[in-house]
């Protein structure tokens, strides 16, 4: 399970993206992120007494009442956008920390906390793309112009565990063009759990 943070970045995925002097939100951007994730975590692995439901379920709302005059428009927003922090500031893709990243491989540990249960003890289908999407795409836009995901095969071999450290690998099979394609590995110790294999498509300018 997630701990509540007091730390700082421990790695820095995204090369030169990671730059910025004075990043949006501060110091504190990576513990407010990691808090919300152990909010996630104690929530989705909890049975609540009902009066406390009631009280956290007020208490929720009046945090979202406190941000909400602080919305803005999708370039000025910092969740995903803090490529100096793990995770990039945001909080539905499990912080992948990279050991190695260049713009041909990739090789990076993460945990699904509770949040992402789906049943068995095992994570959830959907979050398994999540991972590879997020993996792949840091590779595929490391030090190349934006690419977006065009698509994106996803074989489950073995179930994936929650609550534990997995690692994926990650690698460029070919680039021709604008099209980047990838290899991935997702893995619990020596079980390969899930593999994947994508296409990402450099964006042309203007192309949103
Ligand atoms: C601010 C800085 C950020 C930096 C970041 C750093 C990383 C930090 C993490 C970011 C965060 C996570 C982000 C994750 C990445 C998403 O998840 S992106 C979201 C999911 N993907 C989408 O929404 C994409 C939607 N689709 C599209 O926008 C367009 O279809 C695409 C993919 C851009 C391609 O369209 P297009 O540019 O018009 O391409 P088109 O000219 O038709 O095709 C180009 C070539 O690709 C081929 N192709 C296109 N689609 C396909 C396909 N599905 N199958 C096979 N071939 C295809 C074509 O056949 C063509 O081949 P050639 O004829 O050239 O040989």
Same mark, same amino acid.
Request: net charge negative.
């Given at each position: ?56 379920? *007020?208490?929720? #709302? ?11 428009? !999708?370039?000025? +927003? &910092?969740? /995903? $956008? ?48 999540l991972v590879f999407?997020e993996a ?18 996803? *074989?489950?071999? #073995? ?11 990650? !690698?460029?099979? +070919? &680039?021709? /063009? $604008? ?30």
């Amino acid at each position: 399970m997630s701990e509540v943070s007091t730390g700082h970045a421990d790695s820095r995925p995204y090369g030169r993206l990671a730059d910025t002097p004075e990043p949006a939100g501060g110091a504190d951007y990576e513990r407010l992120a990691a808090n919300l994730r152990h909010l996630l975590d104690a929530v989705g692995g909890a049975r609540l007494p009902n009066p406390l439901v009631s009280r956290v379920a *007020d208490q929720l #709302a009046e945090l979202g009442a406190q941000l909400a005059p602080f919305a803005v428009a !999708e370039s000025e +927003r &910092v969740a /995903g $956008r803090r490529f100096d922090l793990p995770g990039r500031g945001q909080t539905m893709v499990p912080v992948l920390h990279w050991d190695e990243a260049d713009a041909h491989h990739g090789r990076c540990r993460l945990t699904f906390g509770r949040h992402y249960l789906g049943g068995g003890g095992a994570a959830h289908g959907g979050a398994v793309p999540l991972v590879f999407d997020e993996a792949l795409s840091a590779v595929a836009n490391r030090d190349r112009p934006m690419a977006r995901t065009a698509y994106l095969h996803v *074989d489950y071999r #073995a179930i994936v565990p929650i609550d534990t450290e997995l690692w994926v690998d990650v !690698e460029v099979d +070919r &680039v021709e /063009g $604008r099209k980047c394609y990838l290899r991935g590995g997702l893995h619990h110790g020596d079980v390969l759990c899930a593999q994947a294999e994508a296409l990402f498509v450099e964006l042309r300018p203007g192309q949103p």
